[in-house]
């Protein structure tokens, strides 16, 4: 196995290895991002869950770990303009990450693509200074494609981290948009 992967190393072109290390670093941002925020986001998910289970058992206002008691306490009428704004926050709040796992999601199959077409066309250089067989084309390819895979691999990952915490945003900003209404109709 290890000289296998000395094998590929110093066979591969060093535009691909440095396509896979790219890839390899955001593999490791986009499992930290996801991590921290899927973590952040549970915990206040939590929160906001007690408070509106709070609300519906016939509490007053919203319990004092929520997001919207922040803006319910600076204002001295609560209005559907404070808590709207309170919404607006939330939601920056609550979709931060996003924007990156998006990114990695959408760059990282032409990245590594991107070291692909460099792997293949150094395989075909190598075939043009010697009589190369078809061993040395299929060798050359199977090594190139790694770097495909490997964009490929860091996409899913991207994407379904993506979706999952989209999800829980939106989780989140409904129980936030149900203590909101819950409080404006106590109000009315």
Same mark, same amino acid.
């Given at each position: 196995?290890?000289?296998? %992967?000395?094998? $590929?190393?110093?066979? &591969?072109?060093? #535009?691909?290895?440095? /396509? !896979?290390? *790219?890839?390899? =670093? ?41 997001? %919207?008691?922040? $803006?319910?306490?600076? &204002?001295?009428? #609560?209005?559907?303009? /404070? !808590?709207? *704004?309170?919404? =607006? ?48 084309? &299929?060798?050359? #390819? ?47």
């Amino acid at each position: 196995m290890l000289n296998n %992967l000395i094998d $590929f190393y110093l066979k &591969s072109h060093p #535009v691909t290895i440095g /396509v !896979l290390v *790219l890839l390899s =670093l955001y593999f490791i941002v986009l499992n930290w991002v996801f991590l921290y925020r899927f973590l952040s986001v549970n915990t206040w998910l939590s929160k906001e869950h007690n408070s509106l289970e709070a609300l519906l058992m016939g509490a007053s206002t919203v319990n004092e770990n929520s997001f %919207l008691n922040n $803006f319910i306490k600076t &204002s001295n009428i #609560v209005s559907k303009e /404070v !808590l709207g *704004l309170a919404m =607006l926050a939330a939601t920056k709040e609550a979709t931060k990450g996003l924007s990156i796992l998006s990114i990695f999601a959408s760059t990282t199959p032409f990245i590594g693509l991107f070291g692909t077409v460099v792997a293949i066309l150094d395989t075909f250089t190598h075939i043009g200074q010697t009589t190369g067989s078809m061993s040395i084309i &299929s060798s050359g #390819v199977s090594d190139a494609l790694v770097a495909t895979a490997a964009g490929i691999f860091v996409a899913v990952f991207s994407y379904t981290y993506h979706q999952i915490l989209k999800r829980r945003s939106f989780e989140l900003i409904s129980y936030l948009q149900m203590q909101s209404d819950a409080i404006l109709a106590r109000k009315a």
